[in-house]
């Protein structure tokens, strides 16, 4: 009998799995097809194909002619519902916890990591008791201490009739008065600890697939740094823990959540104890000062939380301390409840007079404030000197200086609104000169309002510095852009466009210079603020009084231009948000805002936006290795702009037989430029290095003319070739030519695709990876369980 005739097999499986960047795209977009089908996922993040190529894996023939395009789509992670809008209230904390991510790279500096972490969450904890006091000072201290306790104001706010001082009802004692105002600051502080919990369930709940075990971990928590015994370590990205903060995050929102009450407790509570110290009853003066000595006790408890456990990134950490997450926060609820009853004990002689005892608490934040971020940049310069690289922005310092702007973000919200609802409280008058209704915000406001003038000239400064370079950059760039055209006839017109883009495109290498301008300036000028009020007591204007009137006029204007300033940006914050909730269009762009600065994990703030890469990348290597597992197939991830730092953090989550069978593809890609200098540790030199050695090839495409995108500066390891392409030809073509009858257009960071060289490097890494495994003809898939379920995109 003759030997049976072996059946034919098609080629293997080849896959293209496609990563939008900032902005968003359409599934329709990003597969050049209108008729596309969701192959797994939600609304929220989902796979979308071809609607021909939905089972291609039941069709050989679909991989004849190259990979089959699959498109993942996350933008609705960012931009998805209008209630995303409601996020920009939150910015100050996102910006903290960009903070903790810009550490420097270490050296065997474990102490020093872990007090960077502790500086860091310790500026957010701050940013929370912030926003508290701020609501605070608008419903307790404006409302109703000042205006309901004044007959003018509250005669002319109707909404106020039952809380005023001049009916002389049940509620018109002050400290009722506050008990009834405190609701509203402690609904908000619920509102927040809701809203993080329930964003922790729907985006950061996901787990990495992990086939290689754990990576050990540290003894007490704090995974951010090396240990000082040498061990092989995966780097960050690559843990298993990275991208699953469920311990940290859950005791970060207790603490902060405990802390939002607290400050509420410690407003309402603290008039009253302050008033019986006059004598009028030893019991409630008793009273009062065990209840204040309890509120120490737990804020003490509070910033040990914080300051005591770090993150678990080698291991997935799944416990919960259950027993602090609980009880925590109820301590802190009963505090202010025992707050509200004691401020609500009858006190027949007190009367509402000036402004809520208490607004030095403003000064104390922003000098404690000051004092971290300086400590902050002590350790940063500490780690960066025993690591250095020229690359690294600020020397080290982007950390710090970040922080700062958060602190300095918290602020200006916090007097916007004290200064919006005390110019609508106080009729004609200005707050704070004793001429109107009421007495108005905390002086320090005022002082901080009018710093705002200055800043925004010392920053007139390095804005026409850079346009000038940028115009002189753009004349040096004109023979080089004619040069790389050669046979071309020079068009001076086309020359001088092209050469402006790329000369503007090198502006987003001058951002740390700007950061550290306007960090350092708020610094400075923060500190001058707190200096002024603690020292003058009175708002600028008032204070230089009695100085040279034109020390006195330029005092009075920057005063009044700087409430009018902090109000207006208060009114466009609160517009465009108000458009966002209802545009998509715009909620999309604020989603570029939110795809930046909402990659990394919330390891400082609780109460930060959620993190959509701990959604993300979880979906991606599923993704990758249940395909590569089921088919044998070869799979090249291609990331655009943020998505390539998706894709590379997806990657690093493989196990390593997975990642031998997947190719990496990064164009417009800001990994090095602006990753790698922002955030070092992370994706610095050493850690893409690695990633490097661990991919099987990996190639990155890049223009001159692109703000975001650029090279990663990896050479040839080996036998792998140097990851960078040389820079594209932006436009294509220069002039008119048969194939091009009309002018190429200057893409910069978009249509990375139209461009030849992309299809060509992505058959080049195909073919690097290991050979696929045939697929068999539909008649040997019988028996095989189905692939991926089809539904429609629309």
């Known amino acids: 009998m003759s030997p049976a005739t072996p059946e034919p097999t098609s080629p293997g499986a080849a896959l293209e799995l496609l990563v939008h960047g900032v902005g968003g795209a359409t599934p329709q977009d990003m597969l050049d097809d209108p008729r596309t089908v969701r192959v797994t996922g939600d609304r929220t993040a989902a796979m979308h194909r071809r609607a021909d190529d939905r089972d291609a894996e039941r069709q050989p023939e679909r991989f004849l002619n190259g990979p089959v395009p699959e498109a993942y789509c996350w933008s609705n992670l960012t931009s998805g519902n209008g209630s995303r809008a409601l996020w920009l209230l939150l910015l100050p904390f996102m910006v903290a916890n960009l903070a903790h991510w810009m550490r420097p790279p270490t050296d065997g500096q474990a102490p020093s990591v872990r007090l960077y972490g502790v500086l860091v969450r310790l500026v957010a904890l701050s940013l929370t008791v912030l926003f508290t006091a701020a609501v605070c000072e608008v419903a307790l201290d404006l409302t109703a201490w000042q205006c309901a306790g004044a007959a003018a104001c509250a005669e002319q706010r109707s909404w106020l009739g039952f809380l005023s001082a001049a009916r002389d009802g049940w509620w018109a004692q002050p400290g009722r008065r506050l008990t009834v105002a405190a609701l509203l600051p402690a609904a908000l502080v619920g509102l927040l600890w809701y809203l993080s919990n329930r964003t922790w369930s ?67 509570g603290g008039a009253a104890a302050r008033y019986d110290r006059g004598g009028q009853s030893a019991v409630r003066e008793t009273l009062g000062w065990a209840l204040e000595a309890a509120m120490v006790l737990a804020g003490a408890v509070v910033t040990w939380v914080v300051c005591r456990r770090g993150r678990s990134e080698r291991r997935l950490d799944n416990r919960l301390d259950r027993t602090l997450v609980t009880c925590l926060p109820a301590a802190a609820i009963t505090l202010l409840v025992l707050a509200m009853l004691y401020a609500a004990w009858s006190r027949p002689g007190w009367h509402s007079t000036g402004t809520l005892p208490g607004d030095v608490a403003f000064r104390v934040i922003a000098l404690a404030q000051g004092v971290l971020v300086l400590a902050l940049a002590v350790v940063a310069l500490r ?210 805002l939110w795809d930046v600065g909402t990659f990394w994990p919330r390891a400082a703030h609780p109460f930060a936006p959620p993190c959509y890469a701990e959604r993300a990348v979880p979906d991606l290597a599923w993704r990758m290795s249940s395909w590569t597992g089921r088919t044998g197939g070869r799979l090249v991830i291609s990331g655009h702009s943020q998505g390539s730092v998706l894709a590379a953090a997806a990657v690093w989550q493989l196990p390593e037989g997975t990642r031998r069978r997947v190719a990496l593809l990064t164009y417009g890609s800001p990994l090095e430029r602006l990753y790698g200098r922002w955030f070092p540790a992370y994706f610095g030199p050493g850690p893409l290095g690695a990633l490097h050695r661990e991919l099987h090839c990996w190639r990155n495409l890049w223009r001159r003319t692109d703000p975001i995108g650029g090279p990663v500066n990896l050479p040839a390891e080996g036998d792998k070739p140097e990851v960078d392409h040389r820079a594209l030809r932006d436009p294509v073509v220069y002039g008119r030519t048969d194939d091009h009858p009309l002018p190429e257009p200057v893409l910069g960071h978009s249509d990375y695709q139209a461009d030849p060289v992309f299809a060509k490097e992505r058959t080049v890494l195909l073919d690097r990876l290991p050979p696929a495994l045939p697929l068999p003809l539909p008649t040997q898939r019988a028996d095989a369980s189905q692939g991926s379920s089809g539904r429609s995109s629309g």
């Open 202 to 268: 729907a985006y950061e709940a996901q787990r990495p697939p992990r086939g290689e075990g754990n990576d050990g971990d540290s003894p007490r928590g704090e995974d951010d740094g090396d240990r000082t015994t040498p061990r092989p370590q995966r780097p960050a990205l690559g843990r298993p823990g990275f991208w699953y903060g469920r311990r940290l995050v859950a005791r970060l929102r207790a603490a902060h959540t405990a802390a939002g009450f607290l400050t509420v407790a410690a407003a309402v």
């Open 383 to 592: 780690l960066h000197r025993r690591a250095p690289h020229r690359r690294t922005v600020l020397h080290g310092l982007g950390g710090p200086a970040v922080a700062m702007l958060a602190c300095a973000l918290g602020g200006v919200m916090a007097g916007g609104v004290a200064q919006r609802v005390a110019d609508w409280l106080d009729g004609p008058g200005t707050p704070g000169t004793g001429e109107g209704l009421i007495q108005g915000p905390p002086v320090l406001l005022s002082w901080q309002a009018s710093v705002i003038p200055v800043l925004l000239l010392l920053l007139l400064v390095p804005a026409l510095a850079l346009g000038v370079r940028t115009a002189l950059a753009a004349r040096r760039l004109e023979p080089v852009v004619e040069a790389e055209y050669t046979g071309e006839q020079p068009d001076p017109v086309r020359t001088r466009s092209i050469a402006a883009t790329r000369a503007r495109a090198a502006l987003t290498d001058a951002a740390p210079v700007v950061v550290g301008t306007v960090s350092g300036a708020a610094l400075l000028l923060g500190a001058g603020a707190v200096a002024g009020a603690w020292v003058s007591g009175e708002v600028p204007g008032k204070a230089f009084s009695d100085s040279h009137p034109f020390v006195q006029s330029v005092a009075e204007s920057a005063q009044a231009l700087g409430s009018w300033l902090i109000g207006l940006g208060f009114i466009l914050f609160v517009t465009w948000g108000r458009r966002a909730y209802k545009d998509a269009s715009a909620r999309r762009t604020i989603g570029i």
